[in-house]
């Protein structure tokens, strides 16, 4: 009774209250964080209505093995951090705070899978601006591809990179057992940023590894 | 131990959903490349949300914030669309030629 009054702050006359507030807060941000990406889902769009084939024949170019090899993870990686949120809310701390690290790992490894994509791609002559080389007839149309796969990309291991910290920081928490502080009400509001990030790559898969696989 | 169950079995949804998805892009459907990608694709992601993020028991007040970010979204796609969608490129008079004729290999 005593360590749960000490968890509400004084502007709330209740825990669920307080609960309520903070993930409606994290939804709103959520909110805003779509409106962030979707001018360039939008100029991604375009690029596709407009330069179609050109984006089609760019996207063969990106890596398919790794790009799904990364989406397995990253979807696993979903996964672990709800069943974390779950072990917290059970009381079963050594198994969150082993999830969360499942998961800070999980992240990591998407992104040391994205640097060798990354490299490939500079490789093959692949990065706009710095030696890009393209069939002729599509040059400029896959240009513009893989400028927006670079943004697109780069934005969501930026915020990939967010949410490790983020998971790190309560897993450490966890393990020196400052458990007021990593409590059943900021895991979940921190799983819930992870899991939009994995919604973000949920919508890029497709765009930039899927289109036209097959044809051409 | 429900909650890890149901957990486990999103799990397993979500990676058979990656499998048709993977193996359909092999498929030379077309139109239906695209289409078939990203309904699984909206598929996934009301998965993540509906159940990983719990839109299922989440309050009115979170329901709308779900709802009026994927409504302002559509929106923006809906108004500037329409621009685009209606909008004739034309090359701005004062382009060099050789910057012209590019614009134009960029259109077609």
């Known amino acids: 009774m005593n360590t749960e009054a000490m968890q509400i702050a004084e502007q709330f006359d209740s825990a669920a209250q307080q609960r309520e507030a903070a993930t409606f807060g994290m939804w709103i941000f959520l909110a805003t964080e779509l409106m962030f990406f979707g001018p360039l889902f939008f100029g991604y769009l375009y690029g596709r209505t407009h330069f179609g084939e050109a984006f089609g024949a760019a996207s063969r170019h990106t890596d398919i093995a790794l790009g799904t090899i990364n989406t397995t993870v990253l979807l696993t990686s979903s996964a672990a951090i709800a069943s974390a949120a779950a072990a917290r809310r059970l009381g079963a701390t050594r198994l969150a705070m082993r999830l969360l690290f499942v998961t800070a790992a999980l992240g990591t490894l998407f992104l040391v899978l994205k640097g060798i994509e990354y490299r490939h791609e500079w490789q093959e002559h692949l990065v706009p601006g710095l030696r890009f080389s393209f069939a002729p007839q599509y040059t400029d149309g896959a240009e513009i591809f893989f400028f927006l796969y670079f943004v697109l990309t780069g934005l969501h291991a930026v915020h990939l990179c967010a949410g490790i910290v983020l998971t790190l920081f309560f897993a450490l928490h966890l393990r020196r057992e400052n458990l007021l502080f990593a409590n059943e009400e900021k895991i979940e509001i921190a799983a819930l940023y992870w899991h939009f990030v994995d919604v973000v790559w949920i919508f890029l898969y497709p765009m930039l590894y899927l289109i036209e696989r097959a044809g051409g | ?108």
Not at chain 2, 48 to 75: E, N
Not at chain 2, 87 to 104: G, T
Request: with cysteine; net charge positive.
């Open chain 2, 1 to 108: 131990m429900g909650d890890y169950k149901r957990q486990l079995l999103i799990w397993f949804c979500l990676m058979v959903l990656l499998a048709a998805t993977f193996s359909s892009a092999w498929l030379e459907l077309g139109f239906w490349n695209t289409f078939v990608n990203f309904a699984i694709a909206a598929i996934k992601a009301a998965l993540v949300v509906i159940f990983f993020m719990h839109l299922r028991r989440g309050s009115r007040a979170i329901r709308v914030a779900a709802f009026i970010a994927l409504f302002m979204i559509s929106l923006l796609f809906v108004i500037s669309g329409s621009d685009y969608a209606t909008r004739q490129v034309q090359s701005a008079p004062w382009q060099a030629p050789q910057q012209l004729s590019s614009a134009i290999t960029v259109q077609r």
